[in-house]
């Protein structure tokens, strides 16, 4: 039996293709049934305050880059999407004067433009965003090295990176679009004209430089630039799955103004059953045998209708 067509970008694959009685059961979810979608290999943790979900989020920094030594090095890769940790990180290290000397970070995605991630300079740039935001706020004495610090612009580096540092955990967010980094849906041409590729085959996916999804070109107007359009490219670098595996553990943080409640339902069903579909990346976390979801309570919202 065909699958829908998108009913916002036709020409994409994404979560609007899946059957009718998924998205159905997704919408149903209330927040005790979020929290009962737990299972072995899978966490859903609820915050009541936004102070307490920024702080856990933070700490899960400090955390991991409290593991490393000298002869184990390690590291943690982090979004810009959520961004309000990162003051934090930096506050808590300063004032629990933590060395960071054996620790790394790795950022885990860029902007693309004229096929070359943007540099520093450019104002949507995520390096800039971290460092703005975390690192350069360390005091110098504690920062890790600025080797430690990974950014996607030398993609195959990038990628050798986590053969050579345990990366212990792999935070992020999740787009409308239901992904993770930018590990969006792809197009619906060639050999995915009437199927997305397999979960084997996007599995295979490692850093790279990938088109965007219309829905993600609009979010991160939205999120980033005031919904000015123009201004956000349509190429990204991002991570991809091979690195997503060699992490310990995936850790989702929904403060609620990223994706919708509608979607933040979704992919937490999809992954707790094992629902796998490369139309909604993120589902493919399923078969991650480490994946936390966070959410803070008051932005879980309803999936009901509305006028305003």
């Keep these: 039996m065909a699958r829908p067509i998108s009913k916002v970008a036709p020409d994409w694959w994404d979560y609007t293709t899946l059957e009718p009685d998924v998205l159905a059961e997704a919408a149903r979810l209330n927040v005790d049934d979020l929290v009962g979608l737990s299972r072995d290999g899978f966490e ?36 810009i999407g959520p961004t309000e940790q990162l003051p934090l990180v930096a506050r ?56 430690n610090i990974h950014f996607p612009t030398d993609l195959a580096a990038y990628s050798k990176s986590y053969d050579d540092v345990r990366c212990v955990l792999m935070q ?35 850093t790279r430089i990938t088109d965007l999804h219309p829905m993600t070109v609009i979010q991160n107007a939205r999120t980033s630039g005031g919904g000015y359009v123009p201004q956000v490219p349509i190429r990204a670098a991002t991570v991809g799955p091979v690195e997503t595996w060699k992490t310990d553990c995936v850790s989702i943080w929904h403060p609620g ?23 909604v990346p993120i589902s493919l976390l399923a078969d991650h045998p480490q994946v936390r979801f966070s959410y803070y309570r008051g932005g879980i919202g309803t999936v009901e209708a509305e006028m305003h």
């Design 44 to 79: 859903v943790v609820l915050y009541d305050t936004l102070e307490e979900f920024y702080c856990a989020e933070a700490l899960e920094y400090v955390h991991a880059w409290q593991l490393a030594t000298p002869d184990n090095p390690v590291g943690i890769c982090g979004p």
């Design 92 to 147: 808590i290290v300063n004032a629990l004067d933590i060395k960071l000397h054996d620790s790394h970070f790795w950022g885990m995605d860029e902007w693309v433009e004229n096929d070359r991630p943007v540099s520093a300079d450019h104002p949507l740039s995520f390096a800039k965003a971290d460092m703005d935001l975390c690192f350069n706020r360390i005091r110098p004495e504690l920062r890790m090295p600025n080797v």
């Design 172 to 206: 992020g967010g999740q787009g409308e679009v239901k992904h993770w980094a930018f590990n969006d849906p792809p197009k619906r041409e060639g050999p995915y004209q009437e199927q997305p590729p397999s979960p084997e085959e996007y599995r295979k996916l490692g």
């Design 257 to 279: 103004h990223h994706d919708n409640p509608f979607g933040i339902r979704l992919s937490a069903l999809m992954i707790a059953k094992k629902l796998v579909d490369s139309a």
